[in-house]
């Protein structure tokens, strides 16, 4: 995009000077206020919203020089509440577009199949209608739409802002899962600054008039935000959010204050250290139950019920020190369960010991921000 500017007949501009470049096989997130011009300037991308200034670039093609419904069908396109066609049955919303495109009718279900078990749904939904449908399972439809005829380029235009927090935490990890496997090249607008963080690759914030007011990825943006403006659409957070780019892989574990229900009064008296106040009891074959202090365990006698919730576990070595912190706040002793993927717990880790590694990535990272300057 070289200095894309959208100027309606009243004289208001929704978009002025917008130039980017969006890189290939990524997720490139337009975030910012109401009127800010994000949702302008993606339907500028596939020409719903023609352009009154400047060049659009697809792959070094204009895409003012290519016919509009060819451009259109070139493209994914999902928006909020997906726009299924409600007398359509999901398997034909899906093959709308290979249908458009010529594709046999087999052939374009065929494909409807196979992408439906791509973004998680189950095959028995075929021949259901939109209606009959939850909100999070109508979006995943969309999001298979959009992908039916492979398209290189997806647009997504607040997809998932109409469904309830815990589904949309899903339909964001099923699309990041999703780009993992196909690679597409997503612009994908939002107001939600946490959802642009965690989806961007790179991340547009945009400011109120439609200019660019920072272009860069999450880390860089929540480490050092461009301006005022930034700083301020980022919230108070922002440290906060900025750990999520930081690997709990270097916390030191311990497993020390960790017993099993089937211990030995030795075993449990072996655990009481000073260091930690508090046991961590598993089951027999290592799953975590809940804490206790040390006198109120009896060998043979644990009962799982008088334990202490240990809050959430984190995935040692995969989860960010984000999530080992709030693991630790979480936990009524101050302590984070952190399991391996199968669920068995790998150790435990204080505050202060992730305050420690909090610490020490904020200096490496300054350490590599000032060598790559």
């Not at 501009?13 to 470049?21: G, H, N």
């Not at 075929?126 to 939850?134: D, E, G, H, T």
């Not at 439609?210 to 050092?224: I, T």
């Not at 984000?322 to 669920?343: E, I, M, N, Q, Y």
Request: hydrophobic share 40%; proline share 6%; charged share 25%.
């Amino acid at each position: 995009m070289d200095s894309v500017t959208k100027r309606y007949p009243d004289g208001t501009v929704a978009v002025d000077r917008l130039s980017l470049d969006i890189p290939d096989r990524s997720i490139t997130v337009l975030v910012g206020p109401s009127g800010c011009g994000k949702t302008t300037t993606l339907r500028m991308i596939n020409r719903m919203v023609e352009p009154s200034e400047g060049t659009i670039l697809l792959d070094g093609r204009d895409i003012m020089r290519q016919p509009v419904n060819t451009l259109r069908r070139s493209m994914g396109y999902v928006i909020q509440n997906a726009g299924l066609f409600q007398h359509r049955t999901i398997i034909d919303n899906i093959a709308t577009v290979p249908r458009l495109l010529g594709w046999g009718k087999e052939k374009a279900r065929e494909r409807a199949r196979e992408l439906m078990g791509r973004v998680g749904l189950d095959a028995s939904l075929a021949k259901r209608y939109p209606y009959q449908l939850s909100g999070g399972q109508q979006q995943r439809v969309g999001v298979a739409r959009a992908l039916a005829a492979d398209p290189p380029v997806l647009l997504m235009d607040e997809p998932f802002s109409a469904v309830d927090p815990v589904v949309r935490k899903g339909l964001q990890d099923e699309l990041l899962r999703i780009q993992e496997e196909l690679g597409k090249t997503i612009v994908f607008v939002t107001h939600d600054i946490d959802e642009a963080v965690k989806l961007g690759t790179m991340v547009a914030v945009m400011r109120t008039g439609g200019r660019l007011a920072q272009f860069a990825p999450p880390a860089e943006l929540l480490s050092e935000p461009a301006d005022e403006f930034v700083e301020d659409f980022l919230g108070a957070d922002r440290g906060i959010r900025r750990l999520s780019f930081f690997p709990s892989a270097g916390l030191e574990l311990v497993t020390a204050p960790v017993v099993a229900t089937d211990s030995t009064a030795e075993q449990i008296a072996a655990r009481d250290t000073p260091d930690a106040p508090y046991l961590l009891v598993t089951s027999p074959d290592g799953k975590p139950l809940g804490w206790s202090e040390p006198r109120n365990l009896t060998a043979g006698e644990i009962d799982p019920a008088q334990l202490l919730s240990y809050g959430r576990p984190f995935v040692a070595g995969t989860d960010s020190l984000r999530a080992a912190l709030d693991c630790a706040v979480l936990s009524p002793t101050g302590w984070a369960v952190a399991v391996d993927a199968d669920g068995r717990v790998a150790g435990v880790v204080s505050q202060q010991t992730i305050a420690e590694a909090i610490r020490g990535a904020h200096k490496e990272s300054t350490s590599e921000a000032k060598a790559l300057r």
